[in-house]
């Protein structure tokens, strides 16, 4: 190994995390929890030997913190790559960029997370307060500590599957796997580095305004589609001798001039719509970068 050569685990990951400085800080929690996972089942493998042992034996298969850094920066940009979308083409136009919005998949991938986010927000929410009212209750009893315990494991799991979710359709790099275990320390300690993990406490915010959120994003999603179609579809259900209104059972027909506008406005609508999915994809996306990642000290 390179530079000074760590004699724990603890020091290996450090050495790491100074390596990965300045990088994605998805990436960098999924480093420091792959490397972690492969030296401590080194190390389960072979419990005659000591860490730093352990360290020397594995340092030409996995490489040193300086060298495993390196490999994540060259996968990274690989990944950034795959998750960027094409960008557009030089000398492009105003009304070319307006209109080709509807060739981008981010933008439906963000449509779709917004009329999906009042379902996943209902059920956040209900999870966040049902767990932590029970916790709360059942602090006074023998069960209070291993409830709240797994109440919190389970906020990092729906972190992971919310990071999924905002990845796909988002297309902003999150995690994809948990953030360190804290393996090496006594059960007490892993325990409390739970509690006093800001992004434990973070995640919990992010559950709680995804409920607020979700029915905003909905809202927008469903009244500009309905609105779109519904001027779109005018002219057509007029052919059809069917009333665009009807009021106290009264019948009323658009004037005809207004047809032709009503089928404009609603197609372009609909590429309005599609870009503020985008503009909330972005906004969204860089909030749960900010609330699920854990940054720093990660």
Known sequence: MTGNTPQTIAEYLQQLRAALAGADPAMIQDALFDAEEHL???L???PEETEAAMLARVAGSYGAPEEVAEIYRDTEIKVQRALRPPRPRPGRGPLA???G????????????????????????????VTGLSLSAGFTVLIIGIPFIVLFFASVRLLALVEGRLVEVMLGVRMPRRPRSSAQGLPLLRRIGAMFTDPRTWSTLLYLLLMLPLGVVYFTLAIAGLTLSMALAAAPFVQGFGMPMTTVNGVAYFWPLWTLPFALLGGVLLFFVVLHMARGVGWLHGHLAKHLLVKLGSN
Not at 109 to 120: E, N, P, V
């Open 40 to 42: 401590r089942s080194e």
């Open 44 to 46: 389960a493998e072979h």
């Open 97 to 99: 960029r307006f209109f």
């Open 101 to 128: 919005v509807i060739a981008d998949a981010r933008s439906y991938g963000a449509l779709f997370y917004m009329l999906l986010a009042l379902a996943t927000g209902i059920f956040y929410f209900t999870w966040a």
